[in-house]
Protein backbone atom coordinates (compact mmCIF):
# COMPACT_ATOMS: atom_id res chain seq x y z
CA UNK A 1 0.00 0.00 0.00
CA UNK A 2 1.33 3.25 -1.05
CA UNK A 3 0.84 5.60 2.02
CA UNK A 4 1.95 8.94 3.26
CA UNK A 5 3.90 6.39 5.90
CA UNK A 6 5.54 4.40 3.14
CA UNK A 7 6.96 6.96 0.73
CA UNK A 8 9.91 7.82 2.99
CA UNK A 9 10.93 7.76 6.61
CA UNK A 10 10.37 10.06 8.87
CA UNK A 11 12.80 12.19 10.73
CA UNK A 12 11.96 14.22 14.17
CA UNK A 13 9.33 12.53 15.01
CA UNK A 14 9.07 13.42 18.57
CA UNK A 15 9.07 16.98 18.18
CA UNK A 16 5.85 18.82 18.23
CA UNK A 17 4.35 21.66 17.75
CA UNK A 18 4.49 24.00 20.80
CA UNK A 19 1.43 23.99 23.23
CA UNK A 20 0.10 27.20 23.70
CA UNK A 21 1.10 28.32 20.20
CA UNK A 22 -0.67 31.71 19.82
CA UNK A 23 -2.48 33.01 16.55
CA UNK A 24 -2.57 36.92 16.80
CA UNK A 25 -4.55 38.96 15.15
CA UNK A 26 -3.34 41.43 12.45
CA UNK A 27 -2.78 44.26 14.95
CA UNK A 28 -0.95 42.45 17.10
CA UNK A 29 1.01 41.09 14.26
CA UNK A 30 2.08 44.73 12.98
CA UNK A 31 4.77 45.05 14.99
CA UNK A 32 6.36 41.67 13.56
CA UNK A 33 5.80 42.77 9.58
CA UNK A 34 8.69 44.44 7.64
CA UNK A 35 8.31 48.03 7.04
CA UNK A 36 10.47 50.63 4.67
CA UNK A 37 12.39 53.31 6.28
CA UNK A 38 10.20 55.98 4.85
CA UNK A 39 7.32 57.31 6.96
CA UNK A 40 3.84 58.48 5.85
CA UNK A 41 2.61 61.91 6.51
CA UNK A 42 0.78 60.61 9.69
CA UNK A 43 3.91 59.10 10.84
CA UNK A 44 2.93 55.49 10.38
CA UNK A 45 5.83 53.54 8.70
CA UNK A 46 5.31 52.45 5.35
CA UNK A 47 4.89 49.21 3.32
CA UNK A 48 7.69 47.66 2.27
CA UNK A 49 8.24 48.10 -1.65
CA UNK A 50 7.50 45.31 -4.04
CA UNK A 51 9.24 42.45 -4.42
CA UNK A 52 10.21 41.85 -8.21
CA UNK A 53 9.47 37.69 -9.39
CA UNK A 54 10.04 36.19 -12.30
CA UNK A 55 6.66 34.15 -13.00
CA UNK A 56 5.71 32.03 -15.74
CA UNK A 57 6.66 28.79 -17.74
CA UNK A 58 10.53 28.80 -18.41
CA UNK A 59 11.18 30.85 -20.89
CA UNK A 60 8.19 32.59 -21.50
CA UNK A 61 8.35 34.29 -17.78
CA UNK A 62 7.14 37.93 -17.23
CA UNK A 63 8.30 40.34 -14.83
CA UNK A 64 5.80 41.15 -11.83
CA UNK A 65 5.98 43.14 -8.99
CA UNK A 66 4.12 41.26 -5.97
CA UNK A 67 3.09 43.67 -2.99
CA UNK A 68 3.81 42.21 0.89
CA UNK A 69 0.95 39.32 1.25
CA UNK A 70 -0.48 40.20 -2.08
CA UNK A 71 -2.27 36.97 -3.71
CA UNK A 72 -1.39 36.10 -7.40
CA UNK A 73 -3.48 34.01 -9.74
CA UNK A 74 -1.16 31.75 -11.83
CA UNK A 75 -1.92 29.29 -14.61
CA UNK A 76 0.02 25.75 -14.04
CA UNK A 77 1.22 23.35 -16.69
CA UNK A 78 -1.28 20.92 -15.62
CA UNK A 79 -3.99 21.40 -18.25
CA UNK A 80 -3.68 19.19 -21.24
CA UNK A 81 -2.68 20.62 -24.68
CA UNK A 82 -5.65 22.45 -26.05
CA UNK A 83 -7.79 22.49 -23.21
CA UNK A 84 -7.96 25.53 -20.19
CA UNK A 85 -4.95 25.70 -17.91
CA UNK A 86 -5.67 24.71 -14.41
CA UNK A 87 -5.52 27.89 -12.39
CA UNK A 88 -3.73 28.17 -8.91
CA UNK A 89 -3.24 31.14 -6.96
CA UNK A 90 0.09 31.85 -4.73
CA UNK A 91 -1.25 33.45 -1.56
CA UNK A 92 0.71 33.72 1.64
CA UNK A 93 -0.71 31.36 4.42
CA UNK A 94 1.23 32.30 7.80
CA UNK A 95 3.09 34.79 8.87
CA UNK A 96 5.45 33.71 11.51
CA UNK A 97 5.78 35.98 14.28
CA UNK A 98 9.41 35.88 15.79
CA UNK A 99 11.44 37.51 18.89
CA UNK A 100 14.63 37.54 17.65
CA UNK A 101 14.46 40.58 14.89
CA UNK A 102 14.93 40.06 11.28
CA UNK A 103 16.40 36.44 10.14
CA UNK A 104 19.89 36.98 8.64
CA UNK A 105 19.65 33.31 6.87
CA UNK A 106 16.59 30.71 7.08
CA UNK A 107 16.42 26.67 6.54
CA UNK A 108 13.13 24.96 5.74
CA UNK A 109 13.38 21.22 6.18
CA UNK A 110 9.53 20.02 5.32
CA UNK A 111 9.51 16.72 3.83
CA UNK A 112 10.30 14.21 5.45
CA UNK A 113 9.88 16.13 9.27
CA UNK A 114 6.14 16.52 8.93
CA UNK A 115 3.35 14.69 10.52
CA UNK A 116 1.51 12.32 8.43
CA UNK A 117 -1.90 13.64 7.06
CA UNK A 118 -3.56 10.76 9.15
CA UNK A 119 -2.28 12.19 12.84
CA UNK A 120 -4.89 13.04 14.92
CA UNK A 121 -3.28 15.36 16.63
CA UNK A 122 -3.71 19.12 16.24
CA UNK A 123 -1.71 21.08 15.46
CA UNK A 124 -0.40 18.92 12.93
CA UNK A 125 3.75 19.63 12.05
CA UNK A 126 4.29 21.20 8.61
CA UNK A 127 8.05 20.72 8.52
CA UNK A 128 10.78 22.28 10.88
CA UNK A 129 12.07 26.64 10.26
CA UNK A 130 15.68 27.26 11.48
CA UNK A 131 17.12 30.82 11.44
CA UNK A 132 19.62 33.07 12.68
CA UNK A 133 18.12 36.36 13.24
CA UNK A 134 19.28 39.92 14.36
CA UNK A 135 19.69 39.67 17.81
CA UNK A 136 22.48 36.59 17.26
CA UNK A 137 19.58 33.71 18.43
CA UNK A 138 20.14 30.42 16.32
CA UNK A 139 16.28 29.44 16.82
CA UNK A 140 14.49 26.10 15.34
CA UNK A 141 10.71 26.71 15.07
CA UNK A 142 7.92 24.11 14.72
CA UNK A 143 5.27 25.20 11.43
CA UNK A 144 2.27 24.14 12.40
CA UNK A 145 -0.28 23.65 9.11
CA UNK A 146 -1.86 26.91 8.70
CA UNK A 147 -5.12 25.52 8.19
CA UNK A 148 -4.85 23.08 11.81
CA UNK A 149 -4.65 26.62 13.48
CA UNK A 150 -6.50 29.16 10.98
CA UNK A 151 -9.64 31.04 12.93
CA UNK A 152 -12.67 29.90 11.22
CA UNK A 153 -13.56 33.42 10.11
CA UNK A 154 -10.20 34.61 8.34
CA UNK A 155 -9.82 31.96 5.57
CA UNK A 156 -9.13 34.49 3.34
CA UNK A 157 -6.38 36.04 5.58
CA UNK A 158 -3.28 34.58 6.40
CA UNK A 159 -1.98 32.93 10.10
CA UNK A 160 -0.10 34.92 11.81
CA UNK A 161 1.61 33.46 14.89
Known amino acids: MDSDANRRPKVYK ?5 FGWEV ?4 DAA ?13 NLKPPPPV ?19 SHKMAT ?3 SKG ?14 CVEGGP ?7 PLPSHDDFSVNRR ?5 LLSGIFEDGSLSIYVVPYPTDVAPEDGASQPVYG
Open 103 to 109: AHELKWC
Open 83 to 96: KEPDLGEMKCEMVL
Open 52 to 70: TCLLGPFGEQTETKIEMLQ
Open 31 to 43: TYLPTDVVTTEEG
Open 14 to 18: DILVK
Open 77 to 79: ERG
Open 24 to 27: LNKS
Open 123 to 127: PRKLG
